[in-house]
């Protein structure tokens, strides 16, 4: 999405965080606690209890595709072979989780475990690190077993572990089931707290409906809104929802602008929003917009952060999600067993199977909990019966025939009724299965034609996805019930809601893109402090690691002598002066011609063959496609640098695809400083998909060297990527640098688009191609002489 021009003033602050889910709150929390001025920036709305979607007109309003005008609480994602479901909204995740906050492992916190596609997954941090940051957010957030412990669900899969000699347990979760010091009981009133509520609204105990994974209506989860973000709020903090940071820089003299997005109420359009966009300046930037929400800003943004070190968008992983179902469980007798999926909260228990790293274990470790669902889902299960549904209503109405038009009158039809709904078991004895654990992190998060896209596979973790598959079976089976797949299965794909990694952290730059306490290695004071920092699965749900690992990080901040607030326009970005654009050339006799150039670049290097090799390793590729177009060729030649105008576009994933070229120079054979050389050179000012303005310069290096090496040299660009749009003669700041070559079929190609124009076609054709002609005779077969240096001789 193409963000809008900034207007207005620029704000300042102490720091800005991005995404107000589990790690942006408790970073937001922190900051404003010790007295920083914190803005917090979070894309969705804010959810107070009673506003959740419920009705099918609302649940078809509540996905967030702002390009579309959805602004609603559901980021559903589909990559090659993975699914995502995010949240959008104040509290991010929290709003739509289960509430479970569990530990990491001890020993999950593996060192130097190689991976099947090469390299390490490797914890440079141990439980004992985060122990008292877990312990903080468990102050907050409040988390026990669920105090119903003979609700049907959880006592069937209790059973079921009992029965295969496996670990159960009821995990802690983040919900309030009764009053202070009172007995667990529905809807009583929870006492605010000294903090207060950011939404003003009185909140209720949980009423046991399962509705927890589409958002509490009655305020019962202790959500991220509800506890750090309305105590963040108390402290000061300024917390702006529909507010989505669409670009952000670092400033020269240290501290960050970030701009951002604003959507606003349409006062012509009710249906739509206005938009508006904003900037913050601010010392430190947290962000904390989710795994794939900060690695797709930093990718977006990656010319801003040339520091960044080249294990961005690594270590994805799923932390092993896999559902599946056990349909239809039975008691001994062969009846129906009602397990009551939608009664209690969405998980209860949980079941705990080790790990290689563990005493007794083998592969990789893994939990299966119970995944309760809405009440309402259970008709939606029923009505998916359709032909049993279609019989029973058939049968049904005949029935009412014969009573209306039969010799008994009987106004009583309530049996007739219960008969179309049949014994309803068909959802109240399904049990879906939520697994997820240890697999491997080999994902790569990259953009392709500016769209966040994720190379996973289970093919890499499909020992550990059958050994889960076969417990579930086990679980089913015990449960005297069908194991059922989830239909993406069928072609190896899953469905996760517990996307991690790509901004992972690491011991040093070649390892992560931050440190241990999620501070970039080569951008002081930006921090991640949400899942996109884990460097493998954290095995449990993740989200009490991700909020710990967040405090520690702020901990750390503020331990740090607090940075001088960026100093107004300190690394404003020159905007293209008039005088750096080209001049028009006057039309006469023209000429253009189109070019395509391949090759590779990498960000990080000056040097252009550095950068093609190892560009060329990581599969980081560059092109353009330029016309040339030479409009007065007679001026052209007489002129020294042999000027022409280059427009089109550059492809670059990794500056976001194709890139129109806003401005482009080309110069043909214009002699260089070393003798008996003359370069072609290009340059051209493109943005990246974040807006932030990037000058490719290139050259052409024509010269006699040994050999007969025209055709290399002509077909040879050096190119360098610079930060801004930098005007000819300047070489900028350079963050990157590669090689291209234009192919021999490209070559050919590009002879058949040599164009005319003006009144004297033939003759600017012909001119163009002697000057050409004449300029390599006098580089190749020419002794160098002075006079063969100069322009002017043309
Ligand atoms: C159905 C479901 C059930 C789950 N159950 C559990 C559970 O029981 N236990 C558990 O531990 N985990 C659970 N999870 C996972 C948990 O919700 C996530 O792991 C956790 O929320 C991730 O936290 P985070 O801070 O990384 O990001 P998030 O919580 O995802 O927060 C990111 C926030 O950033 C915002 N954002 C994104 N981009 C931008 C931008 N450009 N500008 C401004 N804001 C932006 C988003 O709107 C979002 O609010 C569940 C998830 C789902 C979907």
Redesign the pocket.
């Known amino acids: 999405m193409g963000a809008p021009t900034p207007a207005g003033p620029v704000e300042y602050c102490d720091a800005v965080v991005?995404?107000?889910?589990?790690?942006?709150s408790v970073a937001a929390f922190r900051l404003a606690e010790a007295g920083r001025s914190t803005i917090v920036?979070?894309?969705?709305q804010a959810y107070p209890p009673g506003s959740f979607a419920r009705n099918p007109y609302e649940m078809s309003r509540a996905f967030w595709e702002p390009k579309d005008d959805l602004y609603g609480l559901f980021?559903v994602r589909s990559f090659r072979k993975i699914e995502a479901?995010?949240?959008?909204?104040?509290?991010?995740?929290?709003l739509?989780?289960?509430?479970?906050?569990?530990r990491k492992d001890e020993r999950w916190f593996v060192h130097d475990s190689p991976l099947p596609g090469g390299g390490y997954e490797h914890w440079a941090i141990s439980r004992d690190d985060l122990e008292p940051h877990y312990d903080a957010v468990a102050t907050m957030l409040t988390p026990q077993p669920s105090p119903y412990p003979d609700l049907p669900k959880s006592r069937a899969l209790h059973e079921a572990a009992g029965k295969l000699g496996l670990e159960s347990f009821a995990p802690p979760l983040a919900v309030t089931f009764a009053p202070p010091g009172g007995e667990p009981a529905p809807k009583q009133v929870i006492p605010e707290p000294p903090y207060g509520n950011i939404h003003g609204l009185a909140r209720l105990t949980c009423r046991l409906c399962g509705e927890c994974?589409i958002g509490c209506n009655e305020g019962s989860k202790n959500t991220m809104d509800h506890t750090y973000l309305s105590a963040a709020k108390h402290l000061g903090a300024d917390i702006r929802t529909l507010?989505?940071?669409?670009a952000m820089a670092p400033l020269d003299g240290g501290g960050y602008e970030v701009t951002?997005t604003q959507y606003g109420s349409d006062p012509v359009d009710e249906g739509r929003r206005s938009r508006s966009s904003r900037r913050i300046r601010c010392s430190n930037l947290l962000l904390?917009?989710?795994?794939l929400?900060t690695t797709s800003?930093l990718l977006r943004n990656r010319v801003s952060f040339p520091g960044l070190g080249r294990a961005l968008g690594t270590r994805f992983s799923g932390n092993g999600d896999l559902l599946a179902f056990a349909m239809g469980a039975r008691a001994q007798d062969g009846s129906g067993r009602l397990i009551d999926g939608s009664y209690g909260p969405v998980?209860t228990t949980a079941i705990r199977v080790p790990d290689g790293a563990d005493n007794g274990g083998s592969g990789r470790g893994y939990y299966i909990q119970e995944a309760g669902f809405p009440e309402f889902a259970n008709w939606l299960i029923e009505v998916t019966r359709v032909s049993t549904s279609l019989r029973r209503s058939t049968s049904t109405a005949w029935e009412l025939l014969k009573h209306r038009f039969g010799s008994r009158f009987e106004s009583t039809i309530s049996a007739e009724v219960a008969r179309v709904i049949g014994d309803g078991m068909m959802g109240s004895s399904a049990l879906p299965l939520l697994g997820m654990g240890r697999d491997v992190p080999d994902g790569k998060i990259t953009l392709r034609d500016g769209e966040l896209d994720i190379d996973w596979t289970s093919a890499t973790s499909m020992a550990y996805f059958s050994s889960m598959r076969d417990t579930m079976r086990a679980i089913s089976d015990a449960l005297l019930a069908t194991f059922h797949d989830s239909p993406l299965w069928w072609t190896k794909r899953v469905i996760t809601?517990?996307p991690l990694g790509g901004a992972p952290m690491g011991r040093h730059v070649h390892e992560g893109v931050t440190d241990t306490f999620g501070e970039s290695f080569g951008h002081p004071g930006l921090y991640v402090v949400?899942?996109?920092v884990m460097p493998g699965p954290v095995g449990p749900?993740?989200?009490?690691t991700?909020a710990a690992l967040a405090d520690r990080g702020v901990e750390h901040l503020l331990s740090q002598p607090k940075a001088k607030r960026p100093a107004p326009n300190a690394g404003a970005e020159p905007s293209p002066t008039s005088s750096a654009v080209p001049e028009p050339l006057i039309e006469g006799d023209g000429v253009r011609f189109t070019e395509q150039m391949k090759g590779f670049l990498a960000l990080g290097e000056v040097d252009p063959v550095t950068g093609w090799q190892r560009a060329r390793q990581l599969g980081h590729r560059f092109m353009f496609e330029l016309t040339i177009t030479v409009p007065d060729v007679e001026r052209f030649v007489d002129a020294g640098d042999h000027p022409g105008m280059a427009e089109g576009y550059v492809r670059c994933e990794l500056l976001g695809g194709r890139l129109p070229v806003e401005h482009g120079w080309f110069n043909l054979f214009v002699p260089s400083a070393e003798q008996g050389t003359r370069e072609m050179r290009y340059r051209l000012w493109i943005r990246d998909l974040s807006g932030a303005p990037v000058t490719m310069s290139g050259y052409k290096m024509v010269r006699d060297d040994a050999g007969l090496d025209v055709w290399r040299d002509t077909s040879t660009l050096y190119i360098t990527l610079a930060k801004g749009h930098v005007p000819p003669g300047d070489d900028g700041e350079v963050i990157g640098a590669g090689v291209l070559r234009i192919l021999p079929f490209d070559f050919a190609k590009q002879l058949t688009t040599f164009k005319a124009s003006g009144e004297g076609k033939l003759g600017s054709l012909a001119s163009f191609g002697r000057f050409f002609m004449r300029s390599l005779r006098d580089i190749y077969l020419t002794p160098s002489t002075p006079a063969s240096r100069g322009g002017q001789d043309d």
């Open positions: 991005v995404g107000s889910g589990f790690g942006g920036l979070e894309r969705g980021d479901i995010v949240s959008s909204g104040l509290g991010g995740g929290s739509i989780y289960a509430n479970v906050l569990l994974d507010a989505e940071v669409t951002y904390g917009a989710g795994s929400g800003l998980i809601v517990h949400d899942g996109a749900n993740p989200a009490l991700i």
